[in-house]
């Protein structure tokens, strides 16, 4: 199965439509938010996907009876602020990423094989071959910031894109949004 991740949106509409765009194309089965979406409509655009989409909430998503009712009303799952799956085998963990203490409990719990995290906009892991090789070790995947490339003094949106993680294989690719 094909999953693909996405995170902090941040009511970058267009970028959004790309994303599901490729979503659709590479035939993902599933889609994993990591928050931050912002302004609830945004959730509504993946009534596109072909696929389910299940999500968590980000620091910056304070309209959460909204978003609650966007995913419902898409039959997706928005699971709160942490959220568990299984897919083919594969647990993932979902946390937005705020508060770094939690994640490094998520991360040393060895609970999951995956967990899917945003917040920070940048890529991770860092350096990778593209594969999860399972050594007791949880993977983390951070697809960066899904909102259009933006030069600041701060870099916080000049990385990212989507992630596209084969389950079968337990490869998985970075693409670049505009």
Known sequence: MLVGI???THD???NVQRAIEIFN???VDSVIHAGDY??????KEFEKLNAKLIGVLGNNDGEKVHLLKNFLDINGELKGEVGEI???GLKFGIYHGTAVEVKKQLIN???YDILVCGHTHIREPKFSNGKYENNGKTLVLNPGTAHKKVT??????EEGGIIIFDTATKEYKFTDLP
Do not use: N
């Open 12 to 14: 970058d509409i267009k």
């Open 109 to 111: 719990s060895r609970k």
């Open 6 to 8: 996405i995170s902090d």
């Open 25 to 27: 194309a590479e035939r």
């Open 38 to 43: 912002v302004f609830p409509g945004v959730v």
């Open 152 to 157: 600041s003094v701060s870099g916080a949106f």
């Open 86 to 88: 299984e897919i083919s």
